[in-house]
């Protein structure tokens, strides 16, 4: 299965990524329990 565009998947992201086909994206940002969108975080923003 290829992931669609644009949509927010919501569960287990190891579960919900292994019924995507392989190469399939490019890249996946995960925020929480990160929070890079914090200052104090990764400091990325």
């Known amino acids: 299965m290829t992931?669609?565009?644009n949509k927010i998947y919501e569960g287990d992201c190891i579960e919900i990524m292994k019924q995507w086909d392989?190469?399939?994206?490019?890249?996946?940002i995960a925020d929480p329990?990160?929070?890079?969108?914090?200052?104090?975080?990764?400091?990325?923003?």
């Open 3 to 5: 992931p669609e565009e």
């Open 22 to 28: 392989d190469n399939s994206i490019d890249h996946c």
């Open 33 to 45: 329990p990160y929070n890079m969108s914090k200052k104090k975080g990764l400091g990325i923003l």
